[in-house]
């Protein structure tokens, strides 16, 4: 066993010295560093994933705060159709979002365009939220709340996308 093994390496040296082993070698290995580095690039660092995560957490809290809006809103044809829009953004914006990680989880960098997508559809969630005002609905203080409260989650979630895209 020991020669072989002495065999082995005294000919690669030598297939080595010759060139015949050294470009296939550097170049597989090159490409295996370079594969490792996108990945890691991918995946991201604490920030990162920090970020990420903190974005995933707003973005569910704006959904329930939606939905709770929808409910405080039943009776108000007009409050309840802008909250419909905002939950359309905000499916808009974790459709986007499952791309990203699919992307991430393969390796991939995470493409310009779901960015954009997430970013758009929670501008359209923000955008219909703010559109309910005392003037499209009867003024009650529920729907107020409400309206506040998933207004306030769409900016924490707007602002921790802001941060994966600092930090990622």
Known sequence: MQFTLVLG?????????????????VTTRS???TEKRQVLQAIGGVACNAARLKTVANLAGASLAVQKVSSAAASDPAASNAASNAAGGLNQAKGAIAEIAGQILTGQVPSAEARNQTLDGL????????????STYRSDSGVTD?????????DDTIAA????????
């Open 161 to 168: 996308g802001g941060q994966v895209v600092a930090n990622c």
């Open 123 to 134: 501008t359209a969630a923000k955008n219909a939220l703010a559109g309910i005002t005392s």
């Open 9 to 25: 390496l005294a000919l690669t040296f030598i297939f080595a010295q010759f060139g015949a082993l050294a470009a296939p070698v």
């Open 146 to 154: 409400a309206v506040s409260a998933a207004a306030s989650k769409v």
């Open 31 to 33: 490409a295996e560093a």
